[in-house]
């Protein structure tokens, strides 16, 4: 399934004669993972600490570096427990694959984000099935993944098809299209 608009995204990225096989991108909206389970209350506690701390130090009238002080945690704090959601449904928002018979493409539409590819000659693990719906990941394994996916270094991050529907069939689609020439 190849949907127009995303197809025309992708065409400045194509080399000579590629042809896409399949386009899609994750999920819309706020979603929760495993990791949420330690960072959820993480967040609470440290952003619940930063505000009682900053209202400490605002009602006691403690010299004007303390309430400054605590302001960088408030901001982590508050980023921690909502912020983090919403960039998240942001940036996914405006993220779209591409599967051709050369590469697997992910376009990351916000600043610093661009294009991210992967040979399809390389290696195409199917990660997290469950319900028809998965994640496909391309090239050299992410290192980080045995932690848990915590990995906030780009450079090391796989390329990546996340939360894709029928996981199977576009799986299919690029072991098929591996050393093919579309």
Not at 107 to 114: E, F, Q
């Amino acid at each position: 399934m190849i949907d127009p608009q995303i197809a025309e995204l992708m065409r400045p990225y194509l080399l000579p004669g590629e042809r896409l096989t399949w386009t899609g991108g994750p999920p819309a909206g706020l979603r929760v993972t495993a990791k949420d389970i330690l960072l959820i209350p993480f967040s609470l506690l440290w952003g619940g600490f930063a505000l009682v701390w900053e209202g400490l130090v605002l009602s006691s009238g403690a010299p004007f570096f303390f309430p400054l002080f605590g302001v960088p945690f408030v901001l982590v704090g508050l980023y921690l427990i909502v912020g983090r959601f919403v960039f998240d449904a942001w940036v996914r928002g405006r993220t779209v694959y591409a599967l051709s018979g050369r590469r697997a493409l992910v376009l990351r539409r916000i600043p610093m984000g661009g294009l991210s590819s992967a040979p399809l000659d390389g290696q195409v693990r199917l990660v997290g099935q469950r319900n028809g719906g998965g994640t496909l990941e391309f090239g050299a394994p992410n290192p980080l993944r045995a932690f848990g996916g915590f990995n906030f270094l780009p450079a090391l991050q796989a390329v990546a098809f996340e939360r894709v529907a029928d996981v199977m069939a576009v799986y299919a689609l690029a072991v098929d299209g591996k050393g093919a020439a579309g």
